[in-house]
Structures are given as C-alpha cells and as structure tokens.
C-alpha cells in the first residue's frame, strides 16, 4: 500500500487518484477480515504536506455481544488525512507554522524516499471503526434466558442461607 509522491510533491495543487485491492490478511493479527480490502484514495498536494481522501470497503468477521453467534458485517469507511514529510526542510517548518499546525495535531508522516504508506492510516481507521459491542441484529436476544444455573459445588453451603435454613 505504498504510493510514490515524487511526481505531486513538484507543485501545489496536483492531483492523482489511486485503487488498490488488497487482501485482508494484511491486518489478520488485529482484525478477522473476511475479504479483500477496496481501497480508493485520491492525493493531492495541498502545500503543506499531502492530502489523502477516499474510502475502504472490506467485511469483517464479529461476534454478537449479546448471543456469542458469529457473523460478517460490510464497512464502507470514508477518510480524510494529511501526510507532511517526516524530516520537514526550513520552507515546511515555516509553512507548519504558518498553517498553526503543532506537535500535537494528527498526522501522518511520508518517508524520506518520497512514499505515502497507507497501511498504518487504514488499520487506524477499521480499528476505530470498528463497534465496541457488536449485536449481530438490532433486536438480538439471548433465546434461553431462563436455563437452569450450575451452583460450583464450594459455594453450595450459601445456598442455606438463601433459603433461610441453618
């Protein structure tokens, strides 16, 4: 997912557009995704530093929070970042300034060879994306909600006491 930037980083205001498909494996260790990764981007040089905005579409294997059953959802994320060089020359730092942008805005970076890599940007964006407690349907219910309860056999002598006896 890396991209060459030589070419926009010789004017203000070039554009290029950019579709990749990749395979989902890529960020197996963090999410289970289920197919490739459609990802459309398109960069321009905005002065200060590069512009990136698109979208990435993938499905992603979950599993309800309410009834534990495994499911695949579809996601469709927009973004909008910036990319500003990692070793900014004196015209950058005076242009960062100019635009009032510090130490502690987010961005991300484009290496010194001159290439956006968009795979830290993107596994951010599913990551954040993704639901915190995932429900495989709007109105999922646990379907056995009275089942029997297993007392662990230690705890069998509270029992006495719910049951008011000695």
Same mark, same amino acid.
């Given at each position: 997912?890396?991209?060459?930037? &030589?070419?926009?980083?010789? %004017?203000i205001?070039? #554009?290029?557009?950019f579709e990749?498909?990749?395979?989902? #494996? *890529?960020?197996?260790?963090?999410?289970?995704? !289920?197919? +490739?990764?459609?990802?459309k981007v398109s960069?321009a040089?905005?002065?200060?530093g590069? =512009?990136? *905005?698109? !979208? *990435?579409?993938? &499905?992603? #294997? @979950? =599993?309800?929070?309410t009834?534990?059953?495994?499911?695949?959802k579809?996601?469709?994320? $927009?973004?909008?970042?910036?990319?500003?060089? %990692?070793? +900014?020359?004196? $015209?950058?730092? /005076? @242009?960062? &300034?100019?635009?009032?942008? &510090?130490?502690?805005?987010?961005?991300?970076?484009?290496? %010194?060879?001159?290439?956006?890599?968009l795979? $830290?940007?993107?596994?951010? @964006?599913?990551?954040?994306?993704? +639901?915190?407690?995932?429900?495989? /349907?709007?109105?999922c219910? *646990?379907?056995?909600?009275?089942?029997?309860k297993?007392?662990?056999?230690?705890?069998?002598?509270?029992?006495?006491? #719910?049951?008011?006896?000695?």
């Amino acid at each position: 997912m890396k991209i060459d930037i &030589t070419s926009l980083l010789k %004017e203000i205001g070039l #554009k290029a557009n950019f579709e990749f498909t990749e395979s989902g #494996k *890529v960020f197996e260790e963090d999410v289970p995704i !289920t197919s +490739p990764l459609d990802i459309k981007v398109s960069l321009a040089n905005a002065g200060v530093g590069i =512009m990136a *905005v698109g !979208t *990435v579409s993938f &499905t992603v #294997k @979950l =599993m309800c929070s309410t009834c534990l059953k495994e499911y695949e959802k579809q996601f469709s994320l $927009d973004f909008e970042e910036r990319f500003v060089s %990692e070793n +900014p020359n004196q $015209d950058d730092k /005076d @242009l960062l &300034t100019e635009y009032e942008m &510090t130490s502690d805005d987010l961005y991300y970076a484009y290496s %010194e060879d001159y290439e956006i890599n968009l795979y $830290d940007m993107i596994r951010d @964006l599913i990551i954040l994306n993704l +639901p915190i407690a995932p429900k495989c /349907d709007i109105n999922c219910r *646990v379907k056995n909600f009275n089942q029997s309860k297993s007392i662990d056999p230690r705890l069998k002598i509270l029992e006495q006491f #719910k049951n008011g006896g000695s």
